[in-house]
């Protein structure tokens, strides 16, 4: 019976490679941010951009696994309120990071059509917050899902939603001093994303 399903397994890897054409494409993207932080007070999205490069990973005219390295512009529009109470202004509180991530699409019925999903680790290049504020940790774990379409000449248009998965402060809940975490209170990075890629033909 051993020997049956080992044969039975190696013929089937067999026939996988024997099908295979993978294809190995690098290429570009760019595109813009509308970020927010979860639970962060009194405060809006911002937009800003995006901008990396890619390998496309083509194992068959259904699925591609994308590595990607990407230069992300994060953070959220905050109102910050004067220490008597009588005064307020908007500024822009940016978390940029260099995100390492992943993505699978699936291409519907093999053509221009995906979607897409996969993880991203993000590592923090800076931030502009005030220095009376709390430093926001230095990396971040995040979970992309999102939609696009893909032309023959090599452009792709794509949609995505980004959740961060790690406190911004690295906190599983906030300390009220009571020893009472709330998971409500956690602020987490949410990014909407809509770009343009361009992914170079090799032959």
């Known amino acids: 019976m051993k020997k049956i399903t080992v044969i039975a397994f190696v013929f089937f890897i067999g026939i996988i490679t024997s099908n295979a054409q993978v294809r190995v494409s690098p290429g570009i993207r760019g595109g813009l941010n509308v970020s927010s932080f979860t639970n962060f007070g009194d405060s809006d999205p911002k937009t800003d951009f995006y901008v990396g490069g890619f390998v496309a990973i083509r194992f068959n005219k259904y699925f591609t696994l994308q590595p990607e390295l990407t230069y992300t512009r994060q953070g959220a529009e905050v109102r910050e309120y004067e220490i008597n109470g009588y005064g307020s202004r908007s500024t822009n509180y940016d978390l940029n990071?260099?995100?390492?991530?992943?993505?699978?699409?699936?291409?519907?019925?093999?053509?221009?059509?995906?979607?897409?999903?996969?993880?991203?680790?993000?590592?923090?290049?800076?931030?502009?917050?005030?220095?009376?504020?709390?430093?926001?940790?230095?990396?971040?774990?995040?979970?992309?899902?999102?939609?696009?379409?893909?032309?023959?000449?090599?452009?792709?248009?794509?949609?995505?939603?980004?959740?961060?998965?790690?406190?911004?402060?690295?906190?599983?809940?906030?300390?009220?001093?009571?020893?009472?975490?709330?998971?409500?209170d956690i602020i987490l990075n949410q990014v909407f994303q809509i770009g343009i890629s361009y992914t170079f033909k090799v032959k």
């Open 97 to 184: 990071y260099l995100s390492l991530g992943a993505v699978g699409k699936f291409h519907i019925g093999g053509k221009g059509f995906h979607i897409l999903a996969g993880p991203s680790l993000d590592i923090k290049t800076d931030d502009n917050f005030p220095a009376y504020d709390y430093n926001p940790v230095g990396v971040d774990l995040a979970l992309v899902a999102g939609v696009g379409y893909s032309l023959p000449n090599g452009l792709t248009f794509e949609a995505r939603f980004k959740q961060g998965m790690i406190d911004i402060y690295g906190y599983d809940g906030l300390d009220n001093g009571n020893n009472n975490y709330y998971y409500d």
